[in-house]
């Protein structure tokens, strides 16, 4: 089975200053790892995904990923925030079945601070 | 081209009765996945059709069920609410390879009274 901790269901940032947002995983098969975006009364949009190859994601907006097997851990960073980036923030999993059966994180609330 | 669109965006019922709910895939893609997200429960796998079959399913009760078009519109049926099926309704489509990127609607936001 897969399972997706994200630690910190809600990470308050100065605009300017780094972000990460914290995402551990579990999964008995080679995980396929994603990064979800959504921002109020709108759908999810993907971030970055990790599937084979190159560990370091990147991904739009300024955002990317590390993949680290040693500790199951998949962090989503950006350098510099921006207001913009004030959404919710998924982390997920898959590859147990199909692509499509995706298990998500409960979510990880941005804010960013002026 | 066009994006992934649920219809309708908002939906008031009543315990008991049954909805029916819309998603209309980017065009070329295949497989239709659909998603409740609730504030106590999070994002959870309803279901998938790819090419007109379900080729997953979550864990939800019977009550739930879905379909897929030939033309790969899908739609999702509720029947007999219960006031814990006031949710969001995410579709996402895709071209149904394995590692091939979900694209997902704007929802379809249900409140059951």
């Known amino acids: 089975a897969q399972s997706v901790t994200q630690l910190g269901s809600h990470v308050s940032v100065s605009e300017g200053a780094l972000v990460l947002l914290r995402c551990n995983y579990s999964?008995?098969?080679?995980?396929?790892l994603f990064w979800y975006v959504q921002y109020p009364n709108q759908g999810l949009q993907l971030l970055l995904k990790?599937?084979?190859?190159?560990?370091l994601v990147k991904g739009i907006n300024g955002f990317e990923a590390e993949f680290k097997k040693s500790e199951t851990s998949f962090h989503l960073t950006k350098p510099s925030a921006h207001m913009s980036d004030a959404a919710e923030y998924f982390c997920?999993?898959?590859?147990?079945?199909?692509?499509?059966?995706?298990?998500f994180g409960s979510g990880t609330r941005l804010s960013i601070r002026p | 081209k066009a994006g992934v669109t649920q219809t309708p965006r908002y939906l008031i019922k009543t315990r008991g009765q049954q909805v029916t709910l819309s998603c209309s895939p980017i065009?070329?893609?295949?497989?239709v996945s659909w998603y409740q997200q609730t504030p106590g429960q999070g994002l959870q796998f309803l279901f998938e059709?790819?090419?007109?079959?379900?080729?997953n399913k979550g864990n939800f009760p019977g009550r739930f069920s879905g379909r897929q078009f030939s033309n790969s519109r899908s739609e999702m049926n509720v029947s007999t609410l219960e006031l814990g099926d006031s949710a969001l309704y995410l579709c996402?489509?895709?071209?149904?390879?394995?590692?091939?990127?979900?694209?997902f609607g704007p929802g379809t936001r249900l409140t059951v009274l």
């Open positions: 997920a999993v898959s590859g147990d079945s199909s692509a499509s059966k995706i298990i």
């Open positions: 999964s008995s098969v080679p995980p396929y």
């Open positions: 996402a489509s895709g071209a149904g390879g394995f590692t091939d990127t979900q694209y």
């Open positions: 059709y790819f090419s007109e079959t379900q080729r």
């Open positions: 990790y599937t084979t190859g190159a560990t």
């Open positions: 065009s070329g893609h295949r497989s």
